[in-house]
């Protein structure tokens, strides 16, 4: 399929464009037999040319979110050996059809030492943002998050009924960061503006609320 050819040709490129630390996939889905059939900086759990699809990987396509989404980007998690990753995933279509997933599944461990260092440094603790995904198959992290302001509204919802916004204390609304902060929510790029529009107060208000939380331990 030339489509595929395309994106096979690019899998080396964003190998060395995107470096040794992120490892790119890239499944066929157009035939019966769905396999791997390129792979930059490394094969992924063993997984290399002529792989199959995961169960995993096959329960993602079945969600169908491919259909009104063409990709979905920075899920986090672990591989079994406790390397910290972050995944991005790129549906490929052609008539309405599923004939492709290009994965892209960055070891983010040597950010979150930087990232360390660099709250040492600022005089705040070092598990400021502490990280605790549980471990997935690398091809496809089953953990995802792409709304922070839909699941701070069920958030709401779970800890506090329908209560409005606007009546929420400042106590409460800690507690929803608390709850936020335990799913990891805010290691997303652009979650605190979507949490603070969520609970209609400034990105500042957020900011301080998980100081206070770091403080408490």
């Known amino acids: ?13 964003l190998g060395e464009v ?42 993602i396509i079945k969600k169908e979110s491919w259909k009104n989404q063409d990709y979905m980007t920075n899920f986090l998690g672990r591989t079994q050996d406790g390397q910290l990753l972050r995944s991005s995933n790129l549906f490929i279509k052609e008539n309405g059809k599923l004939v492709g997933l290009l994965c892209i599944n960055s070891n983010i461990e040597e950010y979150q030492r930087i990232s ?8 705040l603790p070092e598990d ?8 997935v198959e690398v091809e496809h992290l089953s953990e995802t998050i792409t709304n922070a302001g839909e699941i701070t509204r069920f958030t709401i919802r779970d800890l506090y009924g329908q209560i409005e916004v606007d009546r929420l204390t400042q106590t409460e609304k800690l507690e929803i960061i608390k709850a936020l902060k335990k ?13 603070a529009a969520a609970l209609k107060c400034s990105e ?14």
């Open 18 to 59: 995107l470096g040794k630390n992120s490892k790119i996939v890239l499944f066929d889905l157009s035939q019966k037999k769905e396999q791997v059939i390129a792979i930059a900086n490394g094969t992924l759990e063993g997984q290399g040319i002529g792989a199959p699809l995961t169960d995993l990987a096959r329960s």
């Open 1 to 13: 399929m030339k489509s595929l050819e395309l994106y096979k040709q690019l899998v080396p490129f």
């Open 183 to 195: 799913k990891d929510i805010f290691l997303i790029k652009g979650s605190v503006s979507q949490v």
């Open 128 to 135: 400021f943002f502490t990280i605790s995904p549980q471990p």
């Open 116 to 123: 360390r260092d660099v709250l040492r440094l600022s005089g």
């Open 204 to 217: 500042a208000s957020i900011y301080r609320y998980l100081s206070t939380i770091a403080k408490q331990g």
